[in-house]
């Protein structure tokens, strides 16, 4: 058997396919193995590299395989997918990943510490809850509405809701909807408990990390936001430039050019859906503030001037973007810009 160079490992819950090559990319072997196979047959390889693509497990697979001697280098799908010919098959796929591993310039997705997908659980758990109470609040308000009871929407009124709801025994809401209605607030009250629980977490983890209180300077950064920053970017400089951790987050326009007619469309939503929703978020709250009570900011103050509301805070996020990266890889503080600057 010819000596084994890189390995494609098309990963799955039960049955994996593996595709392993030679030097020179000539085939090995592509061959099935079952879940409790898979660590036994890399514990006889050879070290080799393994390539994967990000997906379910694929952290704890490359920690589990790395352990064994091997180099693991976890590749995006979408840069995978092209390589797939002819169908969709788990032997195509492993081959196709083999084949991804071969082009230098496609970069590979850091391994993450069983600590760090830990700190990134968090934050998707809160988003978790969040979300069912958002939904339980819809319901409650759509079935409250059924019959005349309404109250401004948004979580911040949630209180004027309930306050909208009448006595238990109230003629207007029938015993079995009454008993619908009490258990959906129930519902909302645990939830709440759990998101405030979360809360307190991350405040206590904020207040004990130097990074996240670094962040947490910069206008438009939040506890959350810098929490969630440091568990989803371990290591920022593995970008090359700010632009490079801009353009990750999807806040950078989309090129679509040909010759020497260059246009540059919408932002590209690519990267992490979290970190630009947040900072969006984040860009929003200080363009709310910039219209209520001014800024100092001449780029700001120009740039609200000609472009619309939802255009100005992705820029905002874009720079936003820009200034993490710069503080965490080069050190220091956060400092406002002269024209920021008070007097």
Known sequence: MSEIATIGLDLAKQVFQAHGADAQGATVFNRKLRRAELLPFFEKLPPCIVGMEACGSAHHWAREI????HEVRILP???VK?????GKTDAGDAIAITQTMKRPDVRSVPVKTAAQQGATMVLRTRTFFVRQRANAVNALRSHMAEFGLVADRGIANFGKLVAALPERGDARIPPAARLMLDEILDEIEKLTERIQRIDDQ???HAKQDEDIRRLTAIPGIGTLTACAIQAHVPDPGCFKSARHFSAWLGLTPKPNSSGEKLRSGKISRMGNVDLRSLLYIGA???LSAARRFGTRSGWLRRLM???PLRVVAVALA???ARVVWALLTKGG????PAELAGN
Do not use: E
């Not at 790395?66 to 001697?69: E, H, I, K, R, V």
């Not at 092209?82 to 002819?86: A, E, H, I, K, S």
């Open 66 to 69: 790395s352990a064994l001697g």
């Open 77 to 79: 799908a979408q840069y």
């Open 82 to 86: 092209p390589f797939v010919t002819r």
């Open 202 to 204: 991350i405040a206590a």
């Open 284 to 286: 929003m709250a200080v």
């Open 305 to 307: 001037d000609r472009r």
């Open 318 to 320: 874009n720079k936003t």
């Open 333 to 336: 503080g956060y400092q406002a």
